[in-house]
């Protein structure tokens, strides 16, 4: 099992940046794939951006493509969410998730999760 903690939300104006930031502790990092998801209001949690253990493969939502990037430092154990040109669609609870094996944008393929960071866009 590997623990999970989100930083970095906030309140951003439409068209700004912010950058999430998913610190794992437990297990070996390294063999975990991470994945970001995201819940808005009333609505069901949905994929965000997924990337492999060694940072080769990365899978991202049509909604966030070139606006967000994931990274990751294995040496610290943390893995990133860069979101770009923001918009007010984008106001919801952000997790993190970790899963064993490849990357992944299903939400049950996930093992572990954080306990979420609110972001919210103001227009």
């Known amino acids: 099992q590997v623990q999970l903690v989100e930083s970095g939300g906030g309140l951003v104006q439409a068209g700004g940046s912010l950058r999430l930031s998913c610190a794992a502790s437990g297990r070996t990092f390294n063999n975990y794939a991470m994945g970001w998801f995201r819940q808005a209001p009333g609505k069901e949690r949905e994929f965000v951006v997924a990337q492999a253990w060694n940072g080769l493969k990365t899978y991202r939502a049509d909604s966030v493509k070139g606006r967000f990037t994931i990274s990751r430092d294995n040496a610290k154990n943390t893995v990133y969410l860069q979101m770009n040109s923001l918009k007010p669609e984008g106001t919801a609870v952000y997790y993190c998730?970790?899963?064993?094996?490849?990357?992944?944008?299903?939400?049950?393929?996930?093992?572990?999760w954080g306990q979420g960071t609110q972001v919210t866009v103001s227009s």
């Open positions: 998730a970790a899963r064993r094996g490849m990357a992944a944008s299903r939400e049950y393929d996930y093992d572990d």
